[in-house]
């Protein structure tokens, strides 16, 4: 049976790269985004032109270079320099200019802030686009390996554990270079002098950690990347990685704000929460968040910025036989706000002092305050065993977080159907990036580049699954007709700051020097808006 033939080598065709590039190539939208928008404006470093010398490569020509990569699984900078070359799908896009790696890496390594500002707009763009309802976001994140091993991240634990192995080997080799003194034997001797010596060597290192460790004030270093952390990744699994944050609307499962840090989640939410807020210029919205959020003042805070929260309640305490037993939890205590007591399971009130206490963290930002309730009727209560091991009775902490916090809990037991929507919503998406992509790790180096290439994942997810929801012929078409509006730049910012000041300053002037203070609050307030409108 014969076989199909191919086209000669030798064969002479006229056609043109236009000719190789299908309609709806994912390329022809990558070249219609960025050549619509202004990346000066964005916050991207811009190569100038020059009068002499050799020219420069324009900036949008990598950006091309790295959004196609990243939708390709490609972010080598060197694998990108011979994608240039030999790909096709890369000369039509960048019109047969072939950058060398060095200049394709410093872009992403000089570009973070533009990448993540970039995201952003991409963003706007969606929700002009009504691709975004900004009614319930689901939060979550997850964890990326660092460019740091676990041998070059250290904590005081690990370093008094080098420095006693240290004085140990010293005082062996000592003991040993005594006999062999005695012995006579040079050879050996000189062996343990130069063990010796690299062991002294060693201790200067480690000491110098340990100054550098205290002076940082926190409770671990990394010496690859100084940014990365050792954290927790599943069960007692412990990765030196950073924490990519992703907050994503329910409507198509788009990103709408992320963030990368370099803690665990507990103390996260509230900066996503509003980032996401905030980017995409909405008045309030449902965030659906699991437990490992769940923390009194970041709640507060969402409450403060008109956010609500529905964040999975962290399972009570086990009981124990010489315990609290379940009947006597906290859970099972009734507060009553106007007269700011507790009644418990017995009927009996415990009261406070109206004292606020002070407890700290092992963090400046980590401590709380709290009120303590107590009743005299513990004493002589028959079922005080079963409530607490303490002699003076059971006494309650009320923190300065506990509204916002049973609001929150309350929420979450009223709406199971809507929580569990949560891990249909994010987890896709990190198992999307993580497994399917293969970014699980990141080969920059310090938190802010890191946080630029997981801003262009981001992006790049967004760019990919919106593809998939309208088409490119349908996307190219929306995004040639939006009206990019870039955040005001440096001066511009301080100017309108100065200007809304100087008119609140006026207006409360105003209204103090005025006999009728009467409605102060409300005139201000009414004031205030009618300003910053105007602004």
């Given at each position: 049976m014969q076989h199909i033939s191919g086209t000669s080598r030798q064969q002479l065709q006229i056609s043109s790269l236009e000719d190789k590039i299908a309609v709806d190539n994912p390329i022809r939208f990558i070249d219609a985004f960025v050549e619509h928008i202004s990346l000066e404006s964005v916050g991207f470093t811009v190569q100038t032109l020059k009068s002499e010398g050799r020219p420069s490569f324009d900036t949008k020509l990598f950006l091309k270079i790295y959004l196609y990569g990243y939708l390709n699984g490609l972010r080598s900078s060197r694998k990108l320099e011979k994608e240039c070359i030999r790909n096709i799908e890369l000369q039509w896009l960048l019109e047969d200019i072939?950058?060398?790696?060095?200049?394709?890496?410093?872009?992403?390594?000089?570009?973070p802030s533009g990448l993540k500002k970039l995201f952003k707009l991409f963003v706007s763009f969606l929700k002009n686009a009504d691709l975004i309802a900004g009614e319930t976001i689901a939060i979550d994140g997850t964890k990326s390996r660092a460019h740091n091993s676990k041998k070059a991240n250290f904590n005081q634990k690990k370093i008094d554990k080098h420095l006693a192995y240290i004085e140990e080997r010293t005082q062996e080799y000592l003991t040993e270079l005594e006999t062999n003194d005695v012995k006579?034997?040079?050879?050996?001797?000189?062996?343990?002098?130069?063990?010796?010596?690299?062991?002294?060597?060693n201790k200067i290192r480690y000491e110098l950690l340990e100054e550098k460790l205290k002076a940082s004030g926190e409770p671990q270093i990394s010496t690859t990347d100084q940014d990365a952390r050792a954290l927790l990744v599943q069960g007692v699994v412990v990765e030196v990685s950073y924490n990519i944050q992703a907050a994503v609307d329910n409507k198509h499962n788009l990103v709408v704000a992320t963030q990368t840090i370099n803690r665990n989640d507990r103390n996260a939410l509230a900066a996503i929460a509003i980032q996401a807020k905030e980017n995409l210029k909405i008045e309030t919205y449902t965030a659906l968040v699991d437990k490992g959020y769940h923390n009194g003042r970041e709640i507060t805070q969402c409450k403060d910025h008109n956010i609500t929260t529905i964040v999975?309640?962290?399972?009570?305490?086990?009981?124990?036989?010489?315990?609290?037993?379940?009947?006597?939890?906290v859970s099972k205590f009734v507060y009553n706000n106007d007269s700011d007591t507790y009644t418990c399971p017995q009927g009996k009130t415990l009261k406070t002092t109206g004292s606020w206490h002070k407890k700290t963290g092992r963090s400046e930002n980590s401590g709380y305050k709290f009120k303590k309730y107590r009743t005299p009727d513990c004493k002589e209560c028959p079922m005080k065993d079963l409530c607490t091991s303490r002699t003076g009775g059971r006494e309650i902490d009320r923190s300065e977080y506990a509204d916002a916090v049973e609001e929150n809990n309350k929420r979450y037991q009223e709406n199971p159907q809507l929580y569990r929507t949560r891990q249909e919503i994010n987890e896709h998406i990190f198992g999307t990036i993580?497994?399917?992509?293969?970014?699980?790790?990141?080969?920059l180096t310090g938190l802010e580049k890191v946080n630029g290439e997981h801003s262009l994942i981001m992006l790049v997810y967004n760019i990919k699954r919106t593809m998939n929801i309208l088409g490119v012929p349908d996307l190219i078409d929306k995004i040639q007709k939006w009206n990019a509006k870039y955040p005001p730049k440096g001066y511009a910012v301080m100017k309108t700051t100065f200007f809304k000041l100087l008119c609140e300053f006026k207006i409360i002037k105003h209204l103090?020097?005025?006999p009728k203070t009467n409605s102060l609050t409300s005139e201000f307030c009414a004031n205030r808006k009618g300003v910053i409108a105007l602004i």
């Open positions: 072939r950058p060398n790696y060095h200049s394709i890496s410093d872009f992403r390594k000089d570009n006579d034997n040079t050879v050996t001797v000189t062996k343990i002098q130069e063990k010796i010596a690299r062991l002294k060597k999975a309640q962290p399972a009570q305490g086990k009981s124990n036989e010489n315990g609290t037993q379940p009947d006597y939890f993580k497994r399917q992509w293969g970014y699980n790790h990141t080969n103090f020097l005025t």
